[in-house]
């Protein structure tokens, strides 16, 4: 009888208290989490002593993009004692704006912009230099008069690379007996405003202005891409039937006007009709300079992450650091490349 009051007495307390102790519990726990998470998302760096990245990537346009996104992700791991917050602006410089402006909200420690093109930026890194936060320029410069406003760039030299291509030019002719002659060239220009595009226009012009012989018949924007260059590719043969020369700012954009060139009935290459200058230097184009379909590729070196990386070291060790620095680049004819060469092409 005593057991069977008792077992009454249990099912009374767990009708009536059980669930109210229960509830308790959960609601407990709900709110115990709830505080867990609001804290645990803001101080990831400080509870792991990381470093945090703030990542400004001006877009996907090419294969050289990718593989320096890529870099940059290969760059800023944990392991490597980095926490990475990217963003990809898809090519709108009110996008990576944004995104600057989210980096300061959230006090990162560093912000790395690729800037798609060169000018209004002032206001942005100011804003940045006011919260304290330094900030790193990969690939791509800014025209800024006030150079304090960003701490050190990590890029590529992009006059040089104009440059490059136009004393190639200058060296392929006279070996073909060809200095003297009339040579009709067209410029496939990358994004408008972006400083790769500007520095690669400047250097070739340097050079192609010391050339009375050499006709820049036109020069266009073709935004970096294989469909814009073969559009411009396919306007500029439309126009003129007398192209020598083709100098795309991309190797991209020269996979697009190849193939407009081709559908066009001419033909490219060291034994072709048109000559053909491209830059970046990735894996396919690189396996077209063997072949001989592309004459030459001045490279640009997407690898950028592990320099920026260095960069951050030295600051966080209290150390100077240059405002400059360039990745090494090469030029690639159907004469220095290699099988092996290709083959570690990572891009
Ligand atoms: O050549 C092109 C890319 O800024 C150097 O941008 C970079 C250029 C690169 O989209 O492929």
């Given at each position: 009888m005593k057991k069977y009051m008792a077992n009454v007495h249990m099912s009374r307390i767990t009708m009536v208290l059980l669930p109210a102790i229960l509830f308790m519990m959960v609601m407990m726990g709900w709110g115990f989490g709830l505080l867990t998470n609001i804290e645990e998302e803001p101080y990831i760096s400080e509870e792991d002593n990381l470093i945090v990245v703030g990542v400004s990537q001006l877009g996907s346009e090419s294969g050289w993009r990718t593989a320096n996104t890529e870099s940059v992700q290969k760059a800023f791991t944990k392991q490597n004692g980095y926490f990475l917050i990217f963003n990809n602006a898809r090519q709108k410089q009110e996008n990576q704006i944004k995104a600057i402006r989210n980096f300061i909200a959230q006090r990162v420690d560093y912000i790395v912009l690729a800037p798609v093109?060169?000018?209004?930026?002032e206001t942005v890194l100011q804003e940045a230099k006011d919260a304290g936060i330094p900030v790193i320029m990969m690939d791509r410069s800014v025209d800024v008069a006030?150079?304090?406003?960003?701490?050190a760039l990590v890029g590529t030299d992009s006059v040089e690379e104009g440059r490059k291509a136009g004393r190639w030019l200058e060296e392929y002719l006279a070996k073909k007996g060809k200095s003297d002659e009339d040579i009709n060239i067209v410029v496939l220009k990358g994004?408008?405003?972006a400083s790769a595009q500007i520095g690669r226009t400047v250097g070739f012009s340097v050079v192609a202005g010391?050339?009375?012989?050499?006709?820049?018949?036109e020069q266009e924007y073709a935004d970096f891409t294989i469909y814009k260059g073969k559009e411009v590719m396919s306007e500029f043969l439309e126009k003129y039937d007398?192209?020598?020369v083709v100098v795309s700012q991309n190797d991209d954009m020269t996979f697009g006007a190849i193939e407009a060139i081709r559908e066009s009935g001419k033909t490219v290459g060291v034994n072709g009709e048109i000559t053909i200058i491209s830059f970046d230097a990735v894996h396919d184009a690189l396996e077209m300079v063997a072949e001989g379909t592309i004459n030459v590729d001045i490279e640009c070196n997407p690898h950028q992450g592990e320099y920026i990386s260095d960069v951050i070291r030295l600051l966080e060790s209290g150390q100077e650091v240059e405002k400059r620095y360039y990745v090494e680049e090469d030029i690639f004819t159907m004469e220095n490349v290699t099988q092996d060469i290709i083959n570690g092409r990572d891009y």
């Open positions: 093109v060169e000018s209004g930026w006030d150079q304090s406003l960003y701490t994004t408008e405003g010391e050339h009375d012989n050499w006709n820049i018949l007398d192209i020598d």
